[in-house]
């Protein structure tokens, strides 16, 4: 039972960073934060993009909670499940970066899935990345990624719509 509950907070809080990241992803990335999501949207040769101040963001989010989890640094005031929210974040963050920057950005290694999950992840994202500027677009998410035939009819939709300007590679 020790285990047990730090665990399932662990977990949990992972659950909870894909509707984190799909929030603030959509709302924040594509809204008022587009100053420093736009060159994630755009080619270039750099090895670090502003959008990976957000990384930086989601480390203060992590620190921050070990923070008012431990007695050495709260005091009395500790609370200690914000020791495994805070793990939870940090594994999210992990767990994102090897995914979205390795996988799907090729940052790190090359690999294209051919099957399965990945490629599916690996399409929505790409998707993600059909359209032009910050309006309009679809799966925002990441580690649940949605059907890439349904994103693309979403896509064909938008443009037709006059809500988002859609790349002519993207086939929608």
Known sequence: MQVLVPLLIVLATIAAMEWVAWASHKYIMHGFGWGWHRDHHEPHDKMFEKNDLYG????????SMFM??????????????????GLGILGY??????????LVHQRYFRYVPKRGYAKRLV???KLHHATIGKEGGVSFGFVLPQDPAKLKAELKR????????VRESAGA
Do not use: C, F, K, N
Request: no cysteine.
């Open 68 to 85: 008012l989890g431990s007695p050495l640094v709260a005091g009395d005031y500790a609370w200690p499940p914000a020791t495994w929210i």
């Open 158 to 165: 938008q443009r037709e719509a006059g809500e988002a300007v």
């Open 93 to 102: 963050g992990i767990i994102y970066t090897l995914v979205h920057d390795g």
């Open 56 to 63: 930086v963001v989601g480390a203060a989010m992590s620190i």
């Open 123 to 125: 399409q929505a994202h």
